[in-house]
């Protein structure tokens, strides 16, 4: 799909996933590495035979390299002519290495003014924190999303596989493409701003949004779950591990919760009365504090008493047969031994040093423009240069919105999904967000809620991912309404769905049929584990798609059950995949006028999160499992407590030199052997407790600014009222105020990239409930009056 496009990447490993994801997508990748060798070569895991970085070999698949030293006259001329046939430069360097190296924006584009230059950061190109040294702990902290996930009596907890940069890649490789479409209209590049806090914060979920709206509700942590007015359970031990049951709150859990029940009733762990309770309401009831959560607990016990009778095979395999929410907490070893990817060959061969390994496969399955396979990692200097002619611009000076005169009908529902059509409309696309006339959506009806006030119109969650739509509310079972939806399909030029697989099809909303209407159709379908394999049929969330990819066993601590990361992880994660896909299928349709249909799973998404995990153990039989907050090789590297009430501080130590400091503000003397991060390690929980014992009565931010100052990577843990007045955060733009027809003033996330002369711009706030039906219609589809009528009728008599 992207053959013609043409990319420099010169990120080290917080921009290294951007560049793997464009050469999936077909892209011609040149690593530009400084003498040596990138720095990604030398992060951990290594090769325990050979030393070579497998996050290097994880992320560099696909990809050519040449080794240049841009201090002198000679590497910088082979630069400037690699630039002049560029597309796309991808760049993680700090301010000063950007002066030093001319990688600057302005002078890439007096080389070569199409040139798309993306800059991945952990704060973003500018404001106050622009220049703090930073790593993916401190970043993770700062987004607000860190503080939720772990157990309430210890400090939160990171996913052991650093996230927050890959992120912010998956979020670079969009960014570019739409800033390649914007291209397709100026014929001109521009420079694309990533922030890794702001593209780490949409793993918060709005979680971190409630403070700004008002609302009553503060989520928080507990063990194995989250918390509000009261603690959610997450996780259940079972014979031989743990499982992820999704018994949560809400309309859309009433049948499953119950189809739950019924199992435990039938082995004599719960009675008849359970089975009868609309837990669904109840939990939601206790939630919000209007019942007391003594009930819940107990039936917690009870459920845990069946699941400890019985393995997670055993629990996962008649759980789908029972359509419950229900999955095991895996490990990288359990993963690639899961019959489902296996099915779907999702996995693919590739080689480190002398072995052949299995590694994550295509992110997307698509049935007009199937992913590249890439090719193992390169060694420093394996290039045959750019090949092929490059990509195609026109020459124009439209500057209206990237993805303007894109029209989008959108079935997404709850998180995934529409985090992705949420891009779409920031960047100009028309989307037309379709729900149901017989069922509120669930993001909806799901806490925390502006005001405190419990309606539709007023969840956070929905206005966050939803901001920006049309809204229209049919019945697809409705024939009038059907009809109505099939004029959508041939008015538009994408279909998103993330529904099971029957669905869609069970309305004759299928791809084939949809074709049969629109040939050119392009659809997206994603849903947790696929539209096809042994598992594409289960039920469920993110927190599922999370425990079964290996998030779960990797997020908590070694002496107790995991923790996960917080509620629906890969609803968080897979979005950016799904965008890449769209985006690159559009390319694909420009250049051949053909739609197709793109699958993309959730769960294979995030997995790619994970490569540096797979690929250690797959070259050296390790599994990484819960690390707390601790790194391969970073010491100190950890999260401690400041004066106050469940107040955090990241910090972490990246030389030696940090470390020396450190101990010298602590006004103690180093321990003996402590010199080097080998010998740190073998005391880590000793210098733990001593960082622990001299940050626990200083106030966070104080603290947090003397480390900086210092050159300590170091941030406070933010929640939503810390996050509300972060000044990098405000400065940024982050929290944008919208309207919204009922609730009035909402405030929600802007976009987590900056592109300079086509920026996002937000128009509208979320839809209440079928706010555009008539819009639509007669603006949209051009009904006359009394078509419109009979419609409106014909779904009012529903």
């Not at 052991?160 to 493409?177: E, K, N, R, T, W």
């Amino acid at each position: 799909m992207l053959e013609d496009i043409r990319v420099l990447d010169l990120s080290d490993e917080n921009g290294i996933l951007a560049g793997y994801l464009l050469a999936h997508l077909g892209a011609e990748v040149i690593a530009v590495e400084p003498p040596g060798g990138s720095h990604a070569r030398r992060v951990a895991p290594f090769n325990s035979t050979s030393g070579d970085g497998l996050w290097w070999e994880a992320y560099a698949r696909g990809k050519q390299s040449i080794e240049l030293d841009l201090s002198s006259d000679a590497g910088i001329e082979a630069f400037n002519t690699l630039v002049r046939e560029a597309d796309i430069l991808i760049e993680s360097a700090t301010s000063n290495q950007r002066r030093q190296f001319g990688l600057a924006y302005e002078e890439i584009a007096r080389i070569n003014p199409t040139t798309i230059c993306v800059a991945i950061t952990p704060f973003g190109l500018d404001g106050p924190k622009a220049d703090w040294p930073a790593t993916d702990l401190t970043v993770w902290a700062a987004s607000g999303t860190h503080i939720l996930a772990g157990d309430d009596d210890r400090a939160p907890v990171r996913t052991s596989v650093p996230q927050a940069f890959l992120h912010a890649g998956a979020d670079a490789a969009g960014a570019a493409l739409i800033a390649l479409q914007a291209r397709h209209k100026t014929g001109k590049g521009q420079q694309v701003d990533v922030s890794a806090q702001q593209s780490s914060a949409q793993a918060a979920l709005a979680a971190h949004l409630t403070h700004q709206n008002n609302s009553d509700i503060t989520v928080a942590r507990i063990a194995g779950g989250l918390a509000a007015a009261m603690p959610i359970r997450m996780t259940w031990p079972c014979a031989d591990g743990y499982v992820a049951i999704t018994l949560l709150f809400g309309p859309a859990f009433t049948e499953p919760n119950r189809r739950l029940l019924k199992w435990v009733h039938e082995t004599g762990h719960c009675g008849a009365e359970d089975v009868e309770t609309d837990w669904g309401a109840r939990i939601m009831a206790m939630s919000l504090g209007e019942d007391s959560p003594e009930a819940y607990h107990v039936l917690c016990q009870k459920v845990e008493n069946f699941t400890l009778e019985r393995t997670q095979s055993e629990l996962f395999e008649e759980g789908l047969d029972r359509g419950i929410y229900i999955a095991p907490t895996l490990s990288i070893e359990g993963l690639l031994q899961e019959r489902h990817f296996r099915a779907r060959d999702f996995w693919q061969e590739t080689t480190s040093g002398d072995k052949t390994i299995d590694v994550p496969g295509p992110f997307a399955k698509l049935s007009e423009s199937p992913l590249t396979q890439p090719g193992p990692a390169p060694g420093i200097g394996d290039h045959s240069g750019f090949s092929g002619k490059p990509g195609l611009s026109d020459a124009g000076s439209d500057i209206s919105k990237p993805l303007e005169g894109l029209k989008v009908l959108d079935f997404m529902w709850v998180i995934a999904g529409p985090f992705c059509t949420r891009v779409l409309a920031d960047y100009g696309a028309t989307v037309i967000k379709v729900e149901s006339t017989t069922r509120f959506e669930p993001a909806r009806t799901s806490p925390p809620f502006k005001d405190g006030e419990k309606t539709p119109e007023h969840g956070i969650p929905f206005a966050d991912f939803n901001t920006g739509k049309l809204g229209v509310t049919i019945n697809p079972n409705n024939p009038m309404g059907k009809e109505v939806l099939l004029d959508l399909v041939r008015w538009a030029d994408v279909v998103t769905e993330s529904f099971s697989p029957k669905a869609m099809k069970s309305w004759g909303l299928d791809y084939d049929s949809l074709r049969e209407v629109n040939p050119d159709i392009i659809m997206l379908s994603s849903c947790l584990m696929g539209q096809t394999g042994p598992r594409a049929m289960v039920p469920g969330y993110g927190n599922m798609a999370a425990a079964v990819t290996g998030f779960y066993e990797l997020t908590g601590w070694a002496d107790r059950s995991p923790a996960g990361p917080y509620l629906a992880y890969t609803d968080g994660v897979s979005p950016r995949y799904m965008l890449v896909s769209l985006l690159a299928a559009l390319e694909h349709k420009r250049k051949t006028g053909k739609g197709q249909h793109i699958d993309v799973s959730q769960a294979e998404a995030a997995i790619h999160m994970l490569a540096p995990a797979i690929h250690d153990y797959e070259v050296n039989g390790h599994i990484w499992g819960r690390m707390d907050n601790r790194d391969l090789t970073m010491c100190p590297h950890g999260v401690y407590p400041t004066k106050g009430t469940d107040q955090w501080i990241a910090l972490a130590c990246q030389t030696n030199a940090d470390w020396e400091k450190l101990a010298e503000l602590m006004d103690e003397s180093a321990p003996e052997h402590s010199a080097t991060a080998e010998e740190r390690k073998l005391i880590e929980s000793e210098l733990d407790d001593s960082i622990s014992r001299w940050t626990q009565s200083q106030e966070g931010a104080t603290l947090q600014n003397l480390l900086v100052e210092n050159g300590i990577a170091a941030h406070v843990l933010q929640d939503s009222t810390s996050c509300t007045t972060d000044p990098q955060y405000v400065h940024r733009g982050h929290f944008v105020e919208v309207d919204q027809t009922i609730a009035g003033k909402m405030v929600v996330e802007g976009s987590r990239f900056k592109l300079r002369d086509t920026p996002a711009v937000i128009e509208r706030g979320p839809p209440a409930t079928g706010e555009h039906n008539i819009e639509i219609l007669m603006d949209i589809l051009g009904y006359d009056e009394d078509r419109v009528a009979d419609v409106l009728a014909s779904l009012c008599m529903e």
